[in-house]
């Protein structure tokens, strides 16, 4: 069975820095594109990152670029979301999510930005 | 303002059908696969529909997916109250070279 796992999420303050993990099992985690995705209280999805395989290739939302690096690390078949620089708006569920078409994802973890 | 359009609501009553539109660009929709995705309150999104038309193993006939020019389309057929849900478009923009999602619809049944 697939399994995604985050963790990492917390109350932290505006300019803080977080990161966030995800544990992925049941699958071959080195064969598949992985994303971030997030969401705000009561908004909709809002895309913020993916990386490739290999962890060679990466793309950011605009929103995040800068401040927020997604990694991999395939031996452990974790993948990372280091975020710095948090902001108010920077709150919200972070899911990571499996493949191009995003076929499984997490059950997320919260980040709150406030003092 | 997200760059995939969805109407915000849909509505139909059991048994029914509803469809709910996804309109992007040539970037997006119009050279890419889009996705379809299910979400309840308080829970994880879901896979729906991928590369189109396609429906991953365990999604039931009632949902449907298809796509012409820049626009997408997700079907849905014998409405169910447990198909109250908010529903996701998403696909691949190749200029911004990033995912987008649509805004989300929100099904009433």
């Known amino acids: 069975e697939v399994q995604l796992v985050e963790s990492g999420g917390d109350l932290v303050q505006p300019g803080g820095s977080l990161r966030l993990s995800c544990v992925a099992s049941?699958?071959?985690?080195?064969?598949?594109?992985m994303h971030w995705v997030r969401q705000a209280p009561g908004k909709g999805l809002v895309w913020v990152s993916r990386?490739?395989?290999?962890?060679?290739?990466?793309s950011y939302a605009d929103s995040v670029k800068g401040r927020f690096t997604i990694s991999r690390d395939n031996a452990k078949n974790t993948l990372y979301l280091q975020m710095n620089s948090l902001r108010a708006e920077d709150t919200a569920v972070y899911y990571c999510?499996?493949?191009?078409?995003?076929?499984?994802w997490g059950q997320g973890t919260l980040v709150t930005v406030s003092s | 303002q997200s760059v995939l359009t969805q109407p915000p609501s849909v509505s139909a009553a059991p048994g029914q059908k509803v469809t709910i539109s996804c309109s992007g660009s040539?970037?997006?929709?119009?050279?890419?696969?889009v996705s379809w995705y299910q979400q309840f309150p308080g829970t994880a999104p879901k896979l729906l529909i991928y590369?189109?038309?396609e429906r991953p193993s365990g999604i039931p006939d009632r949902f449907s997916g298809s796509k012409s020019g820049t626009s997408a389309t997700l079907g849905i057929t014998g409405l169910q109250t447990g198909d109250e849900a908010d529903y996701y478009c998403?696909?691949?923009?190749?200029?911004?070279?990033?995912?987008?999602f649509g805004g989300g619809t929100k099904l009433t049944v």
């Open positions: 999510a499996r493949g191009k078409d995003q076929s499984h």
């Open positions: 049941g699958f071959s985690f080195s064969n598949y594109w």
């Open positions: 590369e189109n038309y």
């Open positions: 998403g696909a691949w923009d190749t200029s911004l070279r990033l995912w987008v």
């Open positions: 990386i490739n395989t290999e962890g060679t290739s990466t």
């Open positions: 040539s970037s997006n929709i119009g050279n890419n696969y």
